[in-house]
């Protein structure tokens, strides 16, 4: 029986921001993202048949086409005009709705699997655009590493790599659909209308800072604008951040719309710290690195 295995990395936001809307009525953000070592282990095993099943070893994943795995197997077969029936076997480790891109990690690890179940038909950019059509943040999930997206994040450009250093990842649960988190920057921006409501965060810090491979500035550059009213209306995660810094992160910010919340650390060390004080409070920190394309 025919399987390919891939890793689904999970995803922090280093700087996010909006700048307007688009004519679609999408968002239009200037968004860096950077891979991470925390990763779900996707599975995909050819059946005889042309059913599409899901298999995880964490409850509450969905199945059928509520699953983004699936409607990413389901997109790659109508695209080429083929039928292929497969077992989607996931190992979760990357928190859901979480803001860390796990459900677009592994429509991504899903779309790489089955291309090369098929000899790799498919070239990165035919991917990319696929996996675009499904959803913002495939296509970075699928080349990975370190990007500035553009549009509604599907717009990928190269940008320097982030340091190396220690991450602690940690989510507490308090889920944020990403529709509220919009509405509630549409309510204090009016819209993103108006040039004169608001201007767009520069990342000429954050680029420099990553070019001259200097964490410190990197952390101190961080940038994400749904982070201020997110956490205002999410305490725990607020005060993950705020353990993170008294742990001795040398930056701290929430990841994507959250409410996941990442530290930036230089040492293992401090890192542990942190992840000690975290679980006090009921919450599974997750240690981590930066990854490279």
């Known amino acids: 029986m025919e399987s390919v295995t891939k890793k689904a990395h999970a995803k922090i936001n280093l700087h996010l921001d909006i700048n307007g809307v688009m004519?679609?009525?999408?968002?239009?953000?200037?968004n860096v993202m950077q891979s991470v070592s925390l990763c779900d282990t996707v599975t995909l095993v050819r059946r005889d048949d042309t059913d599409i099943t899901v298999k995880c070893n964490v409850a509450g994943v969905p199945d059928g086409r509520q699953n983004l795995a699936v409607r990413a197997l389901i997109a790659y077969c109508e695209t080429r005009g083929i039928s292929i029936g497969a077992d989607i076997i996931i190992?979760?480790?990357i928190p859901m709705q979480a803001g860390l891109?796990?459900?677009?990690?592994?429509?991504?690890?899903?779309?790489?699997a089955v291309n090369e179940l098929c000899s790799s038909p498919l070239d990165m950019s035919e991917l990319c655009k696929l996996g675009g059509m499904l959803g913002a943040?495939?296509?970075?999930?699928?080349?990975?590493?370190?990007?500035?997206?553009?549009?509604?994040?599907?717009?990928?450009?190269d940008f320097p790599s982030m340091p190396d250093c220690v991450l602690v990842v940690?989510?507490?649960?308090?889920?944020?659909?990403?529709p509220m988190a919009f509405s509630m920057l549409d309510e204090i921006y009016n819209g993103f209308v108006?040039?004169?409501?608001?201007?767009?965060?520069?990342?000429?810090?954050?680029?420099?800072?990553?070019?001259e491979n200097d964490i410190i500035a990197t952390a101190k550059s961080l940038y994400n604008i749904f982070e201020q009213p997110i956490l205002s209306i999410r305490p725990?995660?607020?005060?993950?951040r705020r353990i993170m810094l008294s742990s001795g992160a040398v930056g701290a910010m929430m990841s994507g719309s959250g409410p996941s919340v990442f530290g930036i650390f230089t040492s293992e060390e401090k890192a542990?710290?942190?992840?000690?004080t975290i679980k006090k409070i009921g919450v599974e920190p997750h240690m981590c690195r930066p990854i490279r394309r």
Do not use: R
Request: glycine share 12%; net charge negative.
């Open 101 to 112: 891109a796990g459900g677009s990690a592994d429509a991504a690890a899903v779309l790489l």
């Open 137 to 157: 943040d495939i296509p970075f999930c699928i080349v990975g590493g370190t990007a500035l997206a553009e549009g509604k994040g599907d717009i990928l450009h």
């Open 194 to 211: 108006s040039d004169v409501l608001y201007t767009p965060h520069s990342i000429s810090a954050l680029k420099s800072a990553m070019s």
């Open 236 to 240: 725990v995660a607020s005060n993950l």
């Open 272 to 276: 542990f710290t942190a992840c000690a």
């Open 91 to 93: 190992d979760k480790q």
């Open 170 to 178: 940690a989510c507490g649960g308090e889920g944020v659909s990403t």
């Open 23 to 30: 004519q679609n009525g999408f968002h239009s953000v200037i």
